[in-house]
């Protein structure tokens, strides 16, 4: 699962730059060509180029960018498809190693990887588990103002989990947003509601995942 962690991350980081390096590309295309392809992010960019065919009466410049421009497009959807490739695999794995994860609220087959790559059961205790993620909350405080921060230490990826499943939770689910307004209304910034919300996601996932021993 780490592997295909490692690998579904390189397709998406590298389709990402090919998406950009596009839109830059597109910018700086002959007119008549940008009219041709319209206007849009990357992924809309790509799907009409893929399409498009060369024309006759077409400037040498206008012929070289669209070669160009398609070429780009035709890589970056064959790593999107490669990802969805790689994303399927990780969900048939997280099914079986802890079946039921995925129907927690917010929790994506990628992130359930992250996590169970993490192995929390290997943590003594939950303290333990969200200083490794990153949820365990630190002093910060200066002068007068008494607060604190999330550590910026541990398992990135992890942490990345945890961010990923409360900023879901923050928009798609009424208990957590209930808890954050909650939060807010006891004097909390949102950002430091939010933080509270790591933690609390941290809590409640890693009784779910040592609760539910890894399928061999």
Not at 105 to 132: Q, Y
Request: proline residues 5%; charged residues 25%; contains cysteine.
């Amino acid at each position: 699962m780490s592997v295909l962690l490692v690998a579904y991350r390189s397709c998406v980081e590298e389709r990402t730059r090919l998406l950009n390096q596009l839109q830059g590309l597109h910018v700086t295309a002959p007119a008549v060509l940008r009219e041709r392809i319209g206007y849009g992010n990357g992924a809309h960019l790509a799907g009409r180029l893929v399409r498009m065919r060369d024309r006759p009466d077409a400037s040498p410049d206008e012929g070289t960018m669209l070669i160009v421009l398609r070429d780009l497009a035709r890589r970056a959807r064959q790593l999107d498809d490669q990802a969805g490739r790689y994303r399927n695999e990780i969900t048939r794995l997280v099914r079986e190693q802890n079946p039921g994860l995925l129907d927690e609220p917010g929790v994506g087959p990628i992130s359930a990887a992250k996590l169970l790559v993490c192995d929390p059961a290997r943590f003594k205790s939950e303290a333990a588990f969200a200083r490794c993620n990153g949820t365990a909350p630190q002093p910060a405080s200066s002068g007068q103002t008494i607060r604190h921060r999330l550590s910026r230490s541990g398992d990135r990826q992890a942490n990345n989990a945890i961010h990923t499943i409360a900023m879901s939770r923050s928009i798609n689910h009424a208990e957590s947003r209930a808890y954050l307004e909650r939060r807010i209304s006891q004097g909390k910034t949102h950002r430091e509601a939010m933080r509270s919300l790591k933690r609390h996601v941290s809590r409640r996932l890693y009784r779910r995942l040592i609760d539910t021993p890894l399928t061999p």
